[in-house]
């Protein structure tokens, strides 16, 4: 592969940024070489955010310097920076959904003719800067037409337009599925391969091993170190992150799963659920004191069995039945009534109430459930924040600080302590770890372990197979909204559930 | 300091500006005097004159609590009016009839825009705006589109124009029906609802939370503050008078819910705010019709303008682009 010549391209030296009771960034250096993917790692608070917003102008830093091409720039504004050369992605791709690519492309910097737009040139050149990333797709349509992965290239397109030197994005697959990030991924290493310098934030390891030359390493506002990816195991990397030894994590990867006895009722049981557009054929049951994992791609039907089970959408046939009940009427308040709790994988938009405090938060559901008329005592409340904020180790000033303002991983502990603070005997969680730190995940692996052990009953999604595989004693596998495997014991392995997986979509390519 | 005394700062502080404003013009401003056995003065007519909108404000502080708008409060009070009106004079009932009747009749036009906004799906500015039109209507129709002097009914009379403890009855009214709005609101978890419902529909649906209840309750409750408040302004004018009963009201209780510093894009709210918005718009009326200056008062016509420059300065300040600007401004010059 024809690379350009490596140099230092951006030089951070000795950054440091406070706010108000809190030093940010403390004399942290940080260099991308151009043609590189330099992944940028640490957990929540460790300053990842805080230098990539020093970075690309969005806080001034209060020290140290910063040079690009060996020019110190004092960037002031994401615009600013953008003029720079330095352009950034964001998690949430910020289109206009309505409006075609090729006009997404040039809103800001229309082309022209006798004061009127010029819209021959808005589509060529829309056309001309999706094939700089190898794309062919018609820019005529509306952004919204296309998949979150592809409306991300728009994204990309648009950003590294105008002579960007250098790309930051951040948490870009966050919601991608596997096909989808090799796409970025050839993306990305087509602009590397161009010379620009490129910052990668993730949260999936794999994908940090996948695509990046190097990475740097930050905790609580210092640099740990930078290494080079390919050299530096796993292992290490994830010790280095969360600043326990590696014996600690092994130890956390193998935790030994505790067997389901086998004298637990049926909890929930679903008899060929099915749905239009969401899953047909669900056949599940789920006992207290047993993880049952769904497993499979996004949008193979996981979320869906959820939301039929917690009564969002309604069954098209099939039966559910609640502690051997039959369900007839079904929405989230019965399920709640029947102590079933759902955490939706979508926690911004389906989990948190963000302007309320952690400790209304955390008694919502209960509270849902005794009725307005019996409001819980505000010493009770303060009680049960308390008592959820020290168990599940989130980290807050105080209960009344509202959520919105915490890390995802803290709020996704509060939407933990919403439901355990009402006692489910199911508690079905999609998605828990998605966006959260490497230590938060862990915490709430070993919590779902714990849960288990006392006799709740859990059904546990999430993308990242290995954590199915770890944490579940039975796994039911969809693929294409349709329930195509289960596994238990012993046989749960990443590589059967794979091949599950993987045999469906070669059989469906033969069909 | 808890946040909801921080966010009453602001709104007090104009206040507190526009009595200072109407002390120095007007230095008899605060006196108070007792006449017939009841005090009056420039003080108690404020806070007579803002009991209306006050209840109006009640209402809607929930309402917009929950991301929704009422805009058919000031027909509501037109049609409570109407139908006071109809049952007195025309059917000569018994007045703690019409009043229970004109209450419940309210609260079902709430309901109704409950109905709309939170089971047909309608958008709230939109469903709402359809009681705005029909309400003044059917008030219309119910009095021929005549004005129906109210005159035999002392006890009617009473409501917007007796004497209670020495001050306007109207006080009384407005003070316990925001001390119980606030006692049912914040010692039920009807508060935490409203809040969590207009902060978050989803997730209030999916921590199990009735979206559609306490959507429909809020705007049955708001009904029932147009009512009351229809009602008071038809014994202060010994009249139902359909077409100006109410008129434009809907836009100073919003106005008044915006000034205490709740979001009209929901969640938290602040009750208490509201209540100080109504007085300051009430106060601001009361200052441009006393104002004199080189002894001729302010001409009628410049009342509107000058409502809007003190409204647009007062949310200028609530701002929190501005303050983050004379912040800045103020780092700088340090």
């Known amino acids: 592969m024809p690379r350009v010549a490596e140099y230092e391209l951006v030089e951070l030296r000795g950054i440091v940024k406070t706010f108000p009771g809190v030093r940010a960034l403390d004399g942290v250096d940080f260099t991308l070489r151009a043609g590189e993917v330099h992944a940028l790692m640490g957990e929540n608070g460790a300053g990842k955010s805080t230098l990539i917003k020093v970075l690309t102008g969005v806080y001034p830093r209060d020290g140290g310097t910063m040079t690009l091409d060996a020019t110190e720039i004092h960037p002031r504004t994401p615009l600013d920076a953008q003029r720079l050369g330095i352009a950034t992605v964001y998690q949430e791709v910020n289109l206009i959904p309505e409006l075609t690519v090729a006009e997404n492309l040039s809103i800001g910097r229309e082309p022209r003719r006798l004061g009127l737009i010029d819209w021959g040139t808005v589509k060529r050149r829309g056309k001309e800067m999706m094939a700089r990333l190898d794309l062919d797709l018609d820019v005529t349509l509306p952004v919204r037409s296309y998949s979150i992965a592809l409306q991300q290239m728009v994204a990309i397109a648009r950003a590294i337009d105008q002579e960007a030197r250098v790309l930051v994005l951040d948490e870009p697959t966050s919601s991608l599925d596997a096909a989808e990030c090799d796409q970025l991924f050839s993306v990305m290493y087509r602009l590397r391969d161009q010379g620009l310098g490129i910052v990668f934030v993730s949260h999936f390891l794999d994908q940090v091993y996948a695509v990046s030359d190097r990475l740097t390493v930050l905790r609580n506002g210092r640099l740990v170190g930078e290494f080079e990816t390919s050299k530096l195991p796993r292992l290490e990397l994830v010790s280095k992150m969360i600043g326990k030894d590696a014996e600690q994590v092994?130890?956390?990867?193998?935790?030994?799963?505790?067997?389901?006895?086998?004298?637990?009722?049926?909890?929930a049981k679903a008899t060929a659920l099915s749905r239009r557009h969401a899953v047909s054929g669900v056949d599940l049951e789920v006992r207290g004191g047993e993880v049952l994992g769904l497993a499979g791609l996004l949008g193979s039907g996981r979320s869906e069995t959820a939301r039929l089970l917690f009564g969002i959408d309604t069954p098209d046939t099939g039966t559910i039945e609640i502690n051997g009940q039959a369900v007839t009427t079904h929405n989230p308040r019965t399920a709640i009534r029947n102590r079933i709790a759902f955490t939706p994988e979508d926690r911004k938009d389906a989990g948190i109430i963000p302007d309320l405090s952690v400790r209304e938060n955390i008694v919502l559901a209960l509270q849902g459930r005794r009725g307005w008329l019996r409001r819980i005592p505000f010493h009770e409340q303060q009680a049960l924040a308390d008592q959820y904020i020290k168990a599940l180790n989130i980290a807050t000033p105080d209960a009344d600080k509202p959520v919105g303002q915490l890390s995802g991983g803290n709020q996704q502990k509060v939407i933990l302590g919403r439901w355990l603070a009402m006692q489910p005997r199911l508690l079905m969680l999609d998605e828990p770890t998605r966006g959260i730190d490497?230590?938060?995940?862990?915490?709430?692996?070993?919590?779902?372990?714990?849960?288990?052990?006392?006799?709740?009953?859990?059904?546990?999604?999430?993308?990242?197979?290995?954590?199915?595989?770890?944490?579940?004693?039975?796994?039911?596998v969809l693929r294409d909204r349709k329930q195509v495997g289960e596994l238990s014991g012993e046989d749960i392995r990443l590589d059967s559930i794979m091949s599950i997986i993987a045999s469906g979509q070669e059989a469906a390519a033969h069909a | 300091m808890p946040e909801a005394l921080?966010?009453?700062?602001?709104?007090?502080?104009?206040?507190?500006?526009?009595?200072?404003?109407?002390?120095?013009?007007?230095?008899?401003?605060?006196s108070i005097t007792i006449s017939d056995g009841r005090l009056t003065g420039s003080l108690v007519d404020v806070l007579d004159r803002a009991t209306p909108v006050i209840l109006l404000a009640l209402g809607m502080t929930l309402v917009i609590a929950t991301a929704g708008v009422d805009l058919s409060v000031g027909a509501v009070m037109a049609m409570a009016g109407s139908l006071a009106a109809m049952l007195l004079v025309d059917m000569q009932a018994h007045l703690s009839a019409v009043i229970v009747l004109t209450l419940g009749?309210?609260?079902?036009?709430?309901?109704?825009?409950?109905?709309?906004?939170?089971?047909?799906?309608?958008?709230?500015?939109?469903?709402?705006?359809?009681?705005m039109v029909a309400g003044r209507g059917i008030a219309q129709l119910m009095t021929d589109g005549q004005i129906i002097p109210i005159d035999s009914s002392p006890g009617f009379a009473f409501l917007g124009g007796g004497t209670f403890l020495g001050l306007p009855f109207t006080i009384t009214l407005a003070v316990s029906a925001v001390v119980l709005t606030i006692v049912v609101i914040r010692f039920t978890a009807l508060g935490l609802f409203i809040e969590s419902v207009g902060g978050n529909e989803t997730a209030s649906r999916y921590a199990g939370l009735s979206v559609r209840g306490v959507r429909l309750s809020v705007y049955t409750f708001t009904g029932l503050c147009a009512g009351l408040a229809g009602l008071i302004y038809a014994s202060d004018i010994t009249a139902a008078d359909a077409n100006y009963a109410g008129l434009y009201l809907e836009l100073d209780a919003i106005l008044a819910v915006v000034l205490g510093g709740t979001s009209l894009m929901g969640g938290r709210f602040y009750l208490a705010g509201s209540v100080v918005g109504a007085l300051i718009i009430q106060t601001l009326n009361t200052t441009i019709l006393m104002t004199e200056i080189n002894g001729a008062s302010v001409p009628v016509e410049y009342n509107l303008v000058i409502k809007a420059l003190v409204v647009f300065v007062v949310c200028l300040l609530q701002s929190e682009t501005v303050k983050q600007m004379i912040m800045r401004r103020r780092a700088v010059h340090d």
């Not at chain 1, 030994?256 to 086998?262: D, E, T, V």
């Not at chain 1, 070993?446 to 954590?467: T, W």
């Not at chain 2, 502080?13 to 401003?29: E, R, S």
């Open chain 2, 6 to 30: 921080k966010k009453l700062l602001w709104p007090l502080a104009a206040l507190g500006v526009l009595l200072l404003f109407n002390t120095a013009m007007n230095p008899a401003f605060f």
């Open chain 1, 250 to 267: 092994e130890a956390m990867d193998h935790a030994p799963k505790a067997r389901p006895a086998g004298d637990h009722p049926v909890v």
């Open chain 2, 105 to 131: 009749v309210c609260a079902l036009a709430g309901l109704w825009n409950g109905v709309l906004v939170s089971i047909v799906g309608i958008q709230p500015i939109v469903a709402t705006l359809i009681l």
């Open chain 1, 438 to 476: 490497v230590g938060a995940k862990a915490e709430i692996e070993q919590l779902i372990a714990e849960l288990c052990s006392e006799g709740m009953a859990l059904l546990f999604i999430s993308s990242e197979l290995e954590e199915v595989a770890r944490d579940s004693h039975r796994v039911i």
